[in-house]
C-alpha cells in the first residue's frame, strides 16, 4: 500500500537554525490543516525540538530500547518477536499529544560513539508510524549519518538549511549528493537562513537545487529562543516563521 504520509525531513549543518524552522513547519501545519494529524518527530541527539514546540517529553525511543535490552540482559529470556511486538507497543507511551499534533523524541543514547542501534530503530518507528499520519516532520541530525544509513529512506520532501556560510552551503551540497544516491525523494530545496547581508545571500548556490526562500536574521526570535519559549508564541509576522511559509509554498507542501 503506498504510504499517504508527507513526509518532510530538514536536515543541515548544526548551528543554522535547523531545528527552529522544522518547529516553525509544524506550526504552520498545525494552523493550516487543523483537520489533519500531524507527527513531529525528534531524531537529532541534541533534543532541541521538544523545547522549540513547548513539549515535556518523559519518555524516547532510546529509553524504551534500552529497558528492554536491559530485561533480557538481567535474564529474562523472551523470543525476539515479542521484544519487537513489546517494543512496538511501547512506541505508542512514548507520543505526546499536543494541541494539533503528536510528538516523539529518538532521544540520546547513553553511550558514546556509534548511533547504529537507535537509528536502526528510529527507521522502523518511522515507516510503521508514517501511515497514521498525514504529515510527518523530522528533525534529522546535522550532518549526513542518518541520510547515509537510510534511515530517511522514506521521504517525500527534503529541505536543506544553511545560513550565508561557505561551509554551511557545502554540507547541503553533500547531504544532496548522498541523498541522490541512497534514498528516494520526492522534492528538495534550501532554505537559506540566519541571512545578515541579503546583497550576498545570492552568492550561496547549492547546485540543482532551488532556494526556497532567503530569512533574514530576526532578533524576535532570536529573544524568544533565548527566554526559552516554543514557537508557538511567536507573531504571525516573525520573518523566520513567513520565510518558512513562503518556502512551503514553493515546495507545495501548503
Given amino acids: 500500500m503506498e504510504n499517504k504520509a508527507k513526509i518532510i525531513t530538514v536536515a543541515g549543518k548544526g548551528g543554522?537554525?535547523?531545528?527552529?524552522?522544522?518547529?516553525?513547519i509544524v506550526r504552520t501545519l498545525v494552523e493550516k490543516y487543523p483537520d489533519k494529524k500531524i507527527l513531529a518527530i525528534d531524531a537529532d541527539p541534541a533534543v532541541g525540538l521538544s523545547v522549540a514546540l513547548g513539549v515535556d517529553v518523559k519518555l524516547t525511543l532510546d529509553g524504551i530500547r534500552m529497558s528492554i535490552v536491559d530485561s533480557v540482559e538481567n535474564g529474562e529470556t523472551r523470543e525476539a518477536l515479542e521484544l519487537l511486538s513489546e517494543a512496538r507497543f511501547r512506541i505508542f507511551d512514548a507520543l505526546v499529544e499536543m494541541p494539533g499534533f503528536a510528538f516523539l523524541a529518538i532521544g540520546r543514547p547513553e553511550s558514546s560513539g556509534c548511533y547504529c542501534k537507535v537509528n536502526s530503530y528510529l527507521k522502523e518507528v518511522i515507516g510503521?508510524?508514517?501511515n497514521s499520519f498525514d504529515y510527518v516532520v523530522i528533525d534529522g541530525e546535522a550532518g549526513i549519518e542518518q541520510i547515509q544509513r537510510r534511515v530517511m529512506d522514506q521521504v517525500t520532501h527534503l529541505l536543506l538549511i544553511t545560513d550565508q556560510s561557505k561551509k554551511g552551503a557545502q554540507v547541503v551540497t553533500t547531504i544532496k549528493n548522498v541523498a541522490d544516491e541512497l534514498?528516494?525523494?520526492?522534492r528538495i530545496g534550501v532554505i537559506l537562513n540566519r541571512v545578515t547581508n541579503p546583497e550576498l545571500a545570492s552568492l550561496t548556490q547549492v547546485p540543482g537545487v532551488e532556494i526556497l526562500a532567503t530569512i533574514p536574521a530576526d532578533s524576535q526570535f532570536a529573544a524568544n529562543d533565548i527566554k526559552g519559549n516554543s514557537v508557538m508564541g511567536l507573531p504571525a509576522d516573525s520573518p523566520m516563521l513567513t520565510g518558512v511559509q513562503d518556502a512551503l509554498h514553493k515546495i507545495e507542501i501548503i
Fill in 16 to 24: 543554522v537554525g535547523k531545528t527552529s524552522i522544522c518547529a516553525c
Fill in 128 to 130: 510503521m508510524l508514517a
Fill in 183 to 186: 534514498i528516494h525523494y520526492d
